[in-house]
């Protein structure tokens, strides 16, 4: 992450930028105080290819040992469809999203409603159903 991301808009579409939104998550200076917060910081860090941080907000129980993301996957644009639960004083919730790519000269859409849980005050991705 550069200096000049930090004053850029964030990616997640919030409106806010990166600094104040995702990357403060990124950094480890906040934690998402919502699932939303939390998807939205995951689709950010799958953009700027930070498998650390998706790694960190992974639940163990579900976690993959090692993330492997494709640089040349370039992810465009994050729409949040609905939400259930996952709310500051929730211990579960979802979020159904459409997050839109490029890929080579193609493009797509991954349409998922992510599980997430919270657990000692933070939120985790458990899983997700993926719709065709």
Request: charged residues 25%; hydrophobic residues 35%.
């Amino acid at each position: 992450m550069t200096v000049s991301m930090d004053q850029e808009n964030c990616l997640c579409l919030s409106g806010e930028q990166y600094a104040r939104c995702c990357g403060r998550f990124h950094r480890g200076a906040a934690e998402a105080a919502t699932a939303e917060q939390l998807m939205r910081s995951r689709y950010s860090a799958f953009a700027l290819l930070d498998t650390d941080y998706l790694l960190r907000t992974w639940h163990p129980r579900t976690a993959p040992a090692e993330l492997e993301l494709d640089p040349g996957m370039q992810w465009r644009r994050l729409d949040i469809l609905s939400t259930s639960g996952g709310g500051p004083l929730d211990t579960e919730g979802t979020v159904e999203f459409k997050a839109y790519y490029r890929q080579g000269g193609g493009r797509g859409v991954l349409h998922e409603a992510s599980r997430f849980v919270r657990e000692n005050g933070r939120w985790f991705y458990v899983d997700g159903d993926v719709h065709a």
